[in-house]
T-cell receptor, first 109, second 117 residues
Framework: GQNIDQPTEMTATEGAIVQINCTYQTSGFNGLFWYQQHAGEAPTFLSY??LDGLEEKGRFSSFLSRSKGYSYLLLKELQMKDSASYLCAVVDSNYQLIWGAGTKLIIKP | GAVVSQHPSWVICKSGTSVKIECRSL??????MFWYRQFPKQSLMLMATSNEGSKATYEQGVEKDKFLINHASLTLSTLTVTSAHPEDSSFYICSASPGTSGFNEQFFGPGTRLTVL
């Protein structure tokens, strides 16, 4: 079966750095998305990785290792508004999105 | 660009009634639209994928006669929850893609919170 694993919840301090991991086992791979979802709102796009390596976009970076079936989202200089759920989603061989359960990130002052 | 709207934002209805939710892509043509359901503290669950002008493809376990999807134009898809029951109370989110599969980035609507009494 297809499986995506993320930690259920993480806590970090304002101003710090946090890394949210995502491991996947899917039938084929055509890219990995990270989305941010605030409570009661729809997800918003953060990043898309299809090649190995690190992609940096402001305070957020996303890393992919296809051989390890592994990705992480790195958030720097954390702000209170970063408190949200972070969803990892993989595009499989049928070009369908397989969603992880999401990681709830709690930022403390 | 790439704005998707949903209407209504929230709805409360009595058990047994039907509720229609609209999803519109405002500034692009959406070849494919997706309907998701999300229960509290859970991830998105894909209900169905619809391509303009053709029948929707439903995920396993989703009753097509209960959740009617119409994608009549490249900018509008509707989801009708027929004979709604309290267990249908959920957050319904649509997304739209200019491509023909989930491979392209999906742009999400703001969601519709349905409460069935």
């Amino acid at each position: 079966g297809q499986n995506i694993d993320q930690p259920t919840e993480m806590t970090a301090t304002e101003g710090a750095i946090v890394q949210i991991n995502c491991t996947y086992q899917t039938s084929g791979f055509n890219g990995l998305f990270w989305y941010q979802q605030h409570a009661g709102e729809a997800p918003t796009f953060l990043s898309y990785n299809v090649l190995d390596g690190l992609e940096e976009k402001g305070r957020f970076s996303s890393f992919l290792s296809r051989s390890k079936g592994y990705s992480y989202l790195l958030l720097k200089e954390l702000q209170m508004k970063d408190s949200a759920s972070y969803l990892c989603a993989v595009v499989d061989s049928n070009y369908q999105l397989i969603w992880g359960a999401g990681t709830k990130l709690i930022i403390k002052p | 660009g790439a704005v998707v709207s949903q209407h209504p934002s929230w709805v409360i209805c009595k058990s047994g009634t039907s509720v229609k939710i609209e999803c519109r892509s405002l500034d692009f043509q959406a070849t494919t639209m997706f309907w998701y359901r999300q229960f509290p503290k859970q991830s998105l669950m894909l209900m169905a994928t619809s391509n303009e002008g053709s029948k929707a493809t439903y995920e396993q376990g989703v009753e097509k006669d209960k959740f009617l999807i119409n994608h009549a134009s490249l900018t509008l898809s509707t989801l009708t929850v027929t004979s709604a029951h309290p267990e249908d109370s959920s957050f319904y989110i649509c997304s739209a893609s200019p491509g023909t599969s989930g491979f392209n980035e999906q742009f999400f609507g703001p969601g519709t919170r349905l409460t069935v009494l």
